[in-house]
């Protein structure tokens, strides 16, 4: 975990393959964003599954087709020295809906005449708002990823975004907890906001098909007195763009943060929910 830092400092450590861990807990106050990365030919369907679905794909900024150096929102990004070909801890590399690799840096094959950014808001930025309330997630409190599962409820379709289901992550609490878990999470609107599901009932609600085994990120220990907490994930975003990658040339990349390994903002999570 890297806390004693600043955010372009953190970018730089990913930059240089210095850090390639998860980021839950690193950079704490500041907030993180999913990564999805794609040829103009989808992005405005993908422009406009996010704006259908904000709980799940909350936008909070986007690249200009030809540069991966700047955002459009300058809250969000303002370092000159950003890039997000490498700013990140790891990669995953898709062609035509499916992973061929992880790297550290997506430089090499990134085209400045097709690809476009989009920076989607993460519930890690919620994360020290729990803390300070004393209710430190599980994940932060023993230094591993946070568990992703995926479910059958499903998105709103747009353009070539048909049928996209959710990611949720899950945070355990005790069933007393719940009304203030939701009520420190409902304002970070950009970043997930409150949960929606809880309760071991919510695992056939969400259609997930085994709790001790997510499909992304690392299993979660739930004591008796506890209860699984569910919240709208930015890895849908992902399993959205591996189903439209299909529609994509064949030589069409596409890029997206391995699960867990966000990129670090400039932004602090107590001013997102102003975006």
Do not use: T
């Given at each position: 975990m890297t806390v004693d830092i600043s955010p372009s400092e953190f970018r730089r450590l990913c930059k240089e393959n210095s850090f390639w861990g998860h980021t839950s807990g690193c950079v704490p106050g500041y907030a993180q964003a999913n990564v999805l990365v794609l040829p103009k030919e989808i992005a405005n369907d993908f422009a406009d599954l996010c704006a259908r679905n904000p709980v799940a794909c909350p936008l909070i900024a986007m690249t200009k087709l030809g540069s991966p150096n700047k955002v459009d929102n300058r809250l969000v990004i303002d370092d000159e020295d950003f890039d997000l070909r490498t700013d990140l801890p790891k990669y995953g590399v898709y062609?035509?809906?499916?992973?061929?690799?992880?790297?550290?840096?997506?430089?090499?094959?990134?085209?400045?005449d097709s690809h476009i950014g989009f920076l989607i808001g993460c519930s890690f930025s919620f994360e020290a708002a729990l803390i300070s309330e004393g209710l430190a997630p599980r994940n932060v409190l023993e230094k591993s990823n946070v568990s992703m599962y995926l479910t059958t409820k499903m998105l709103n379709p747009a353009g070539v975004f048909t049928r996209c289901p959710y990611v949720v992550s899950m945070r355990p609490y005790k069933a007393t907890d719940v009304e203030k878990v939701r009520l420190v999470t409902r304002e970070f609107r950009k970043t997930h906001g409150e949960p929606i599901d809880w309760g071991y009932d919510a695992v056939e609600r969400l259609g997930i098909k085994d709790?001790?085994?997510?499909?992304?990120?690392s299993p979660c220990r739930i004591e008796d007195d506890e209860i699984p907490v569910f919240w709208a994930c930015g890895v849908t975003t992902q399993v959205a763009a591996q189903q439209a990658g299909k529609h994509s040339a064949n030589d069409?990349?596409?890029?997206?943060?391995?699960?867990?390994?966000?990129?670090?903002?400039?932004?602090k999570d107590s001013e997102i929910c102003c975006l």
């Open positions: 062609k035509q809906g499916n992973l061929i690799r992880e790297a550290s840096s997506v430089a090499d094959c990134w085209d400045l709790l001790l085994l997510p499909e992304f990120g069409d990349y596409i890029f997206a943060h391995v699960p867990g390994h966000m990129l670090v903002l400039d932004i």
